[in-house]
């Protein structure tokens, strides 16, 4: 296979398992042998690649997902009218408290891990 036939099966074996196929389907995607694709998976410049795309899949989504944030509250909010049937605006305030929540959880550990990311390097280990 050319250099860069092996380069384009790369890629599509690449996002195919970021987005979760099975090694078998992803193989199938990009047009190689499982052993090929099987290879591939213990080359560690690979692994890294595939974690990097991955996590590059995973931070566009979580962006995708806060923006989308401000419409779906409104949306919730708006469920909470008095003329929305009772177990719609039970639901949507059930989902309003709970989101409220992890949200404020999240936010806190947050705070908490960057106060000990700032005292960890005027500290240093501990021996």
Known sequence: ???RGGRKADELLLLALACGATVEAAAQ???ISRAT???????PEFLARLQQVSSDMVKRTMRTL???GSEAIKTLLALLQATT???TRLGSARAILELGIKTRELGDM???LQALEERLPREGPRT
């Open 85 to 87: 049937p009772y177990a």
């Open 66 to 68: 806060t923006a989308a």
């Open 37 to 43: 694709a099987h290879r591939r998976l213990q080359d």
């Open 1 to 3: 296979m050319s250099q």
């Open 29 to 31: 995607k990009a047009g």
């Open 110 to 112: 947050e705070e908490r």
